[in-house]
């Protein structure tokens, strides 16, 4: 199946800790708890910081992140797409609200966050209804829309709203941009959505403290060679402040040119020095290095960045991945995946009343999580990398100096 690619699943919607903008602004004074109800509600959030951090680095039986394809339809046609749009398999079979609605309230305590992407989510008219029960039956912190942003009504209608339905929790909207306008449009099919996109972005960046507005770049083909003065376009000219890169990989009916594969990864290196530069400058806005969470963040983007680069050309196993573990893909029509690269599908949640528990559970995901793990699999899959230097022994020296402002 899928792939991250424009449009889709940016690097990281990993937010144990909160980027600079996006903390959450309480809608009022919080209310005055009595001193037994304070220690009750301390103990429970201890009890449910132990538990998360106990799944993530030992046991790993409970999702901490999924990835939601809400929809295959998509008003773009993007040349690096996966999606195969004329198969008449991506019609149709979309969960419904209450499906999902009724997935949700099934995806245990640990769930921190929820990437809801497409195709173009925003095509979905209940879209709103989709993130409302993402919010209302979970404990998730965070919920992450990937966007081509050619709908700037719907995504500053949905940005509010979450401003003032769930001001404790945060809406991220990555809209993904290749290339300067011309060139955007063009790779798009789309004419007009670069400044659209920019519409979008500024309209839901202006909606609420809760609210964060980026932009994904993914790094392709089409774009190696242009992407300094794309960054430099975006930062310097249309006042953009967050920007995330990904690359390009080969999936669904996309390949990658074997020719551009060198250029595309410099271009990778160059993109992810930048922004952590401007990171740690101010320029974009991002993690607080002034804070434990926020310092321990920012290496985690660093390291995965690192890792990508360097197994891009020549992929190689570096250390487990915990896909079907601790994050997984539910696709258009309820099929579970361990991620967007193997096809190995844990179940349909059709199948098992919608009950993600009993997927998770299941013989076919234990198999799943055992051939991972047995085979070594390793790929470039950047929300895969986030999680698995987030569980792994082995990255937590580094990520400890960090927290520690080493
Ligand atoms: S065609 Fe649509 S879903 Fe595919 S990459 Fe482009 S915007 Fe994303
Ligand atoms: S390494 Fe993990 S994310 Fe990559 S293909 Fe294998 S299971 Fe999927």
């Not at 497409?118 to 404990?139: C, H, K, M, Q």
């Not at 290339?179 to 007009?192: F, N, Q």
Request: aromatic share 6%.
């Amino acid at each position: 199946m899928v792939e991250p690619r424009p449009g889709s699943t940016p690097p990281t919607p990993v937010t144990i800790a909160a980027p600079r903008r996006a903390v959450a602004a309480p809608a009022g004074p919080p209310a005055r708890l009595g001193p037994v109800a304070a220690a009750a509600q301390t103990a429970r959030t201890l009890a449910g910081e132990v538990g998360l951090a106990v799944n993530l680095q030992v046991t790993r039986r409970l999702p901490v992140s999924l990835v939601h394809f809400v929809t295959r339809r998509c008003n773009a046609r993007c040349s690096f797409c996966f999606i195969d749009f004329d198969h008449p398999a991506q019609r149709h079979t979309e969960l419904t609200v209450e499906e999902i609605d009724r997935l949700t309230r099934t995806v245990g305590p640990h769930l921190r966050n929820v990437n809801l992407t497409g195709g173009e989510p925003f095509l979905r008219r209940d879209l709103d209804r989709i993130v409302d029960s993402w919010y209302r039956n979970t404990a998730i912190e965070s919920v992450y829309i990937t966007s081509n942003g050619a709908f700037p009504d719907q995504v500053e209608d949905l940005a509010r709203r979450v401003a003032a339905d769930h001001p404790d929790r945060r809406l991220i909207v990555s809209f993904s941009i290749d290339g300067l306008p011309a060139d955007h449009d063009r790779i798009r099919r789309v004419s007009g959505l670069f400044d659209k996109t920019m519409d979008s972005y500024h309209r839901a960046r202006a909606a609420g403290a809760n609210v964060t507005a980026n932009i994904g770049i993914t790094v392709s083909h089409e774009n190696h060679s242009a992407v300094p003065e794309l960054y430099r376009h975006l930062v310097e000219e249309r006042g953009i402040r967050a920007v995330t890169a990904i690359v390009v990989r080969d999936e669904g009916v996309y390949a990658i040119p074997e020719d551009h594969r060198r250029e595309i990864l410099a271009a990778y290196r160059w993109l992810t020095e930048r922004i952590g530069v401007d990171l740690r400058s101010g320029v974009l806005e991002g993690y607080d290095p002034a804070t434990l969470q926020g310092r321990l963040m920012n290496r985690k983007n660093e390291m995965l960045w690192r890792i990508v680069a360097d197994t891009y050309l020549e992929p190689r196993y570096v250390s487990p991945c915990h896909a079907a573990r601790l994050f997984g893909v539910i696709d258009v029509d309820g099929t579970v995946h361990p991620c967007e690269v193997l096809d190995r599908p844990l179940g349909n949640l059709r199948d098992h009343d919608m009950d993600l528990g009993r997927v998770w559970a299941s013989a076919a995901a234990d198999e799943t999580a055992h051939w991972i793990r047995d085979t070594r699999c390793h790929c470039s899959y950047e929300c895969a990398w986030g999680f698995n230097i987030l569980g792994n022994a082995r990255y937590q020296p580094e990520l400890l100096r960090a927290a520690i402002g080493r």
